[in-house]
């Protein structure tokens, strides 16, 4: 009983329900391993009760992180203080990186008062006003108490004292209402990046592919947006890990999506005959990728740019250029210093930190700062390639503004990084050590899922006021148009698996949901960007209202969108959620082509995935898909009848379009036909993850160039045209 006490004021969880009808135990040996990386020694009943005792004896006046929302009533930690209290609030710098520009200066502090009118603010340069008591008579519900001022959109700071002279200092989330939404009826592409290589690519998609695309998309067939992979920097290394969910910083993009012909300093490379050597190589590995069968490989593209880009960085920049290289030192501050310092050292030492020589484990000890001198130039490559890779990304949003798109690039945030890199180095007090981030069995994997991504730490992050994760979010937002959020559960709750055990002995682990979603509105507010959630498989009951509520949209694929609480049969499209991206598919799941099929069956029996036998699993299959088949044809999207396949995946995008869902994505590789998934769960070896390129109907590699030339497409794209312009209303994003 004491040790439940315990994991629930920290959290933990002692007990799940795969379903409604079921609940299941937690070992008391995985609550505790997790109580221990949360810094809670629970390893003897003794250690239980004297821990209980200190966290039940510990009394908060404030939690360390307090959440307003925009005319909305007062959290209980601030409307619920001692009749007679002092509240001092300190409000953000204007100055901050990701701060609004044009704001001016705020003032030095805001203090409460019992009645109107409101207490008076000090102007720059001014004392700050007396505090004022609150009122002893509490507000009537639903209300903020007449002293309330509140303060403008930001992070800042309050400091509250009580009448017998308590103190309590805390971070204060003041944020919006809702993320911004893009226009109703907006339709784009699904894409993995790597996999869209056009006729100039090094082997793999590149940035300045994404830029094209987007441009193309925007002007030709009406898109508003196009959905992208993580593009986060990846652990160096032979073999790289394919997969861009597992990366080794969110916080920075990686380089080797970099166009390298783009980089104004290429044209100036004086080894000419170098450069040219590496462009033959490079489309040598592109010739083998789209006619040669070859898979994508990430290694050999980048050590041909990683060779391409050592001699652009003896150009030297330009007064202009370095200018704005300067300015980006200057703001990504000591985030950046440190990622390229892991570069450095991962280029000397190996890629995980964890083997490096023990006093450069430490990111802050004398050997590190002694490194960080003597591969002073190491750095500053790494950190110059971040600021000509974040130079294309902004070129790309541009691009695809230019092009008439309301939304334009949407980026992905994965939802954890490698523990073994950049990120688990310089930010160690923030990961729980020894974790990993994972699902539980359920009705799809009866043996749970282990991602091997270390999670945050809910305590440090509130401790901090969510430094680390807001950095995160205004990196990947400073270039987006939105930002899709992997597994968007995780701001909720994650599961935590202790490391050597299976991942039926993990369990859930709570964060401060308010929090995590009051950080993420402010930024994407900041931002101007909309947010998708990838919302997809079990979610705890809440979850989608309190996303909604907040603006966040839903993902809803198609094939799972059922009436799950009433016969089971597939859901109309009228009885869609409006705030979601409906799609087909996505990147985890069969292409439309293979699902109409049944080819992604056969390529599961053959990989010997499937639980049942083939046959029963293959009229399991026809039976799903005919009666979605069977929906089309009877709302009359489907006249062409059946055994046209090209037909059907463009019935399905109709029955999309027909949805009240405000963004329709189309996956890319099925408007060529392609039937390969990128991804297949539940496979490492076995099958050639994250490294197929675009193929069509017959399985054969298409170019940029050709998929954009497609009749298939274009085909396609006519069920897709704009519907009706509509007047937007006020607060909506771009019309």
Partial sequence: MGLSRLAALHGVATSYSPSPDVTVSVPDDTVIAVLA????????????RKCLAAAESRSRLLPPTVVVWAGEPLPPALAGLPPGSTVTVDPEPSDLPGHPAGRPPAPLSMRARAAPPAAPVASPGEAAPEAVPAPEAPPAPGEAPAWWIPPPHGVHRVHVRTPDNRRATAT??????????????????????????SARSW???DLGDLADLAVWAGRSVGSGFVQVNPLHAAVPGKPTDPSPYRPSSRRFPDPVHLHVESIPEYGHVRDRATLDDLRQDAAALSEAVLNKGALIDRDAVWELKRQALELVAQVPLTPGRRADYCDFLAEQGQALEDHGLWCALAEVHGPDWHTWPEALRDPRSPGTARARSELLDRVDFHCRLAWLTATQLAAAQRSAEDAGMAVGIVHDLAVGVHPAGADTWSQQEAFAHGMSVGAPPDAFNARGQDWGLP???????????????????????????????????GLFRLWWVPEGRPPTDGTYVAYDAEAMLAVLVLEAHRAGTSVVGEDLGTVAPGVREALARRGVLGTSVLWFER???????????????????????????????????????????????LTRSLEEELTADLTDTAEWLALLARLRMLPEGDGDEEAAVRAVHRFLRRTPARMTGVWLPDTVGDRRPQNLPGTWDQYPNWRLPIADAEGHPVTLEEITASPRLH???EVLRPRKPRTAPPGERRP
Avoid: N
Wanted: hydrophobic share 45%.
């Fill in 37 to 48: 990386a949360l810094g809670v020694d629970a390893g003897t009943p003794a250690d239980v």
């Fill in 172 to 197: 204060l989330v003041a944020a919006p209402l809702r993320v911004p939404q893009p226009p109703e009826g907006t339709h784009g592409f699904l894409v993995q990046l790597y996999s869209l290589l």
């Fill in 203 to 205: 082997g793999m998609g």
């Fill in 455 to 489: 999670p945050w730490r809910p305590d440090v992050l509130a401790a901090t006021g969510y430094a680390a994760y807001r950095g995160l979010l205004r990196g990947l937002l400073a270039h987006a148009g939105a930002l899709r959020i992997d597994h968007v559960m």
């Fill in 563 to 609: 009436d799950w609480e009433g016969d089971g049969r597939p859901l109309a499209p009228e009885k869609w959620r409006r705030d979601c991206l409906a799609t087909a598919t996505t990147h985890d799941l069969p292409s439309t082509a293979a699902r109409l099929t049944g080819d992604h069956v056969t390529l599961r029996h053959r990989l010997g995935l």
């Fill in 715 to 717: 085909a396609l794209m």
